[in-house]
């Protein structure tokens, strides 16, 4: 007779209203950790990763927008915010990770090649940090940008721009290269499959996929060759528009 399987509680509530709102309804669980994504924008995803032993948390891509939403559930809970990191520089939205990281002053960590004069745990590939008591790990996967960095916690993968559930990050915007986006996505689907991505955009409501689906109907890891990849990419995205203000959300978040 099989059992099921009981899922440990979540410290937060996703479903409050309010500022709440941002909070999706999935939760997950892995090592120490518990998983809250956010919503923001049009699709636009950060992390909230809360080790519930210590009540200290890691912002993983924290957007402006919803700042608010950060300190909020920070204050309420009596939660300590211990580090901020971004994936890469973004080009659809403003950082709160400066704002958050001198505000609460606790580190900001992205790859050592990101331009941002306010980062200051610099990291390189394979680099690990533990922060809340939880080990991450930080994989260096360009071609969206040149300082897009994957970071693992235990069998999950923050892909950020490098890869989605369906598609990849576009290799068309500054410090992209799509040569090095194809490397990149194929390095990630090396990983078992029972690895889990959380992207750091979805516009279709799939906050995460294993990575054994990922392999086999995302498009993007179907294309046989390098040369054949980048000539898809440059095709496809010259009919594409670029982000709106993209100009002024590269130059706030390099600043």
């Known amino acids: 007779m099989t059992q099921n399987k009981i899922l440990p509680k979540a410290s937060i509530s996703p479903y409050i209203p309010l500022h709440y709102q941002h909070f999706a309804a999935d939760v997950f669980f892995e090592e120490q950790a518990e998983i809250y994504p956010l919503w923001s924008g049009e699709g636009n995803l950060s992390y909230f990763i809360l080790n519930p032993q210590s009540k200290e948390v890691v912002l993983i891509d924290p957007d402006l927008e919803i700042l608010g939403s950060y300190l909020l559930t920070l204050d309420q809970h009596k939660l300590r915010l211990v580090a901020v990191m971004d994936t890469h520089t973004h080009a659809e939205h403003a950082t709160a990770a400066p704002t958050l990281s001198q505000l609460l002053q606790v580190p900001y960590l992205m790859h050592h090649q990101a331009p941002s004069r306010f980062v200051t745990d610099r990291v390189k590939d394979g680099e690990q940090r533990v922060l809340a008591g939880i080990n991450f790990q930080f994989l260096h996967t360009p071609g969206h940008t040149v300082d897009m960095t994957t970071i693992r916690l235990g069998k999950r993968l923050f892909t950020g721009d490098s890869l989605f559930n369906k598609s990849c990050g576009r290799a068309d915007l500054p410090g992209g290269d799509p040569a090095q986006q194809y490397q990149s996505i194929h390095q990630l689907a090396q990983f078992p499959g029972d690895y889990t991505i959380h992207p750091g955009h979805d516009y279709n409501n799939h906050l995460s996929s294993p990575l054994s689906r990922v392999s086999q109907h995302n498009h993007r890891l179907q294309i046989s060759s390098q040369a054949e990849f980048v000539a898809f990419m440059t095709a496809h995205y010259a009919q ?16």
């Open 240 to 255: 594409e528009e670029k982000p709106d203000q993209l100009e002024y959300y590269v130059a706030f978040n390099a600043q």
